[in-house]
């Protein structure tokens, strides 16, 4: 069956960093474009970033191009995002996704359960 294991969240100071996992099982990780997505309390659910299956081309959310690095290792079956600088506003649950052929916005065909991120003051 369909795994999307998120880990890496936690408490972080704001202007500190934290890198999520996200561990993919049950179909081919490698032909498919994955992605993080993100919900804050009381919010929408915000796409944050995206990778194609290969990993050559990548695309980020607004505002997040530049403090927020999504990568991918298709020999662990896993997809990463670094998260730089954090600001309180990235508080939220940050869900991995995967989609087998992107029409944009990526939809996802799967999903994670998220992993929380909480930034302090």
């Known amino acids: 069956q369909v795994q999307l294991v998120e880990s890496g969240g936690g408490l972080v100071q704001s202007g500190g960093s934290l890198k999520l996992s996200c561990a993919a099982s049950?179909?081919?990780?490698?032909?498919?474009?994955m992605g993080w997505f993100r919900q804050a309390p009381g919010k929408e659910r915000e796409f944050v970033a995206h990778?194609?299956?290969?990993?050559?081309?990548?695309y980020y959310g607004d505002s997040l191009k530049g403090r927020f690095t999504i990568s991918r290792d298709n020999a662990k079956n896993t997809v990463y995002l670094q998260m730089n600088s954090l600001r309180r506003e990235d508080t939220a649950v940050y869900y991995c996704?995967?989609?087998?052929?992107?029409?944009?916005?990526?939809?996802?065909?799967?999903w994670g359960q998220g992993t929380k991120v909480t930034v302090s003051s």
């Open positions: 996704a995967a989609e087998r052929l992107l029409i944009e916005p990526m939809r996802g065909d799967y």
């Open positions: 990778i194609s299956w290969s990993g050559g081309s990548t």
């Open positions: 049950g179909f081919t990780f490698s032909s498919y474009t």
